[in-house]
């Protein structure tokens, strides 16, 4: 499978902090996602992602393929961003196997 | 619109015994999956399947089997369960996508966690 590697693992910030969560992959690949998994346990997709730049309000993410990594970007963070923040990809040789990483913990504090 | 769902929403099981997860979908998704999630492991995936009627082994498959009879739901059954099957199990479902695509966004249920003792 593909390896899938998260940095860094855990990371606390103070509201209005800015932040940038990396994903590297080991192997070329023409899926990629992020997920925030909210202290509840839900898990919500954020991006699709597998090339260029994606925006949506203060969180944006860019891939750069070529170069097997993948960046996810919070601005002015909030207390609500806290939880844990997935990488997945998938090469597409395989259908529906997306390979996770072990994600970033994030803890914002008022 | 209800998305995902799981049921049962926790469950606790003695070394040995059965059951089964339910995953419903509304979403008219063709692909469903299921993962389970350990402390500091990530995701794995456990089986899926892309339509109804059919289903593959994943990362994890050993001790779990699925069933796929319609394509809002998913079933994975433990058939003797070990206290190594204890984690929060996962559904989500994708749709194909206009060309046949398979890349998708996923979409998760809210987890089922397993204790078995």
């Known amino acids: 499978g593909i390896q899938v590697e998260q940095s860094p693992p855990d990371l606390i910030l103070q509201e209005g902090a800015n932040s940038t969560l990396r994903c590297n992959f080991s192997?070329?690949?023409?899926?990629l996602q992020w997920f925030h998994q909210n202290p509840w346990g839900q898990l919500i997709n954020l991006f699709y992602?597998?090339?260029g730049t994606k925006q949506n309000g203060r969180l944006s993410a860019t891939t750069v393929a070529t170069e097997r990594y993948s960046l996810l970007y919070i601005s002015s963070s909030q207390t609500t961003d806290s939880g844990v923040y997935f990488c997945?990809?998938?090469?597409?040789?395989?259908?529906?196997?997306?390979?996770f990483g072990r994600g970033t913990q994030l803890t914002v504090w008022p | 619109n209800a998305g995902v769902t799981q049921t049962p929403k926790f469950r606790v099981l003695k070394t040995g015994q059965s059951m089964t997860l339910l995953c419903a979908q509304d979403?008219?998704?063709?692909?469903m999956y299921w993962y389970r999630q350990d402390p500091g492991m990530g995701l794995r995936l456990i089986h899926y399947?892309?339509?109804?009627?059919?289903?593959a082994k994943g990362e994890v498959p050993d001790g779990y089997n699925v069933s796929r009879l319609k394509k809002q739901n998913f079933l994975l059954g433990l058939e003797s369960a070990a206290p190594s099957q204890t984690s929060v199990y996962f559904c989500?479902?994708?749709?194909?996508?206009?060309?046949?695509?398979?890349?998708?966004?996923?979409?998760f249920g809210n987890g089922t966690r397993l204790t078995v003792t």
């Open positions: 399947s892309v339509g109804e009627g059919t289903t």
């Open positions: 192997d070329s690949v023409n899926n």
């Open positions: 989500a479902s994708s749709y194909e996508g206009v060309l046949g695509s398979y890349n998708s966004p996923l979409h």
């Open positions: 997945a990809v998938d090469r597409g040789s395989t259908l529906g196997r997306l390979y």
């Open positions: 979403m008219n998704h063709e692909y």
């Open positions: 992602i597998p090339s």
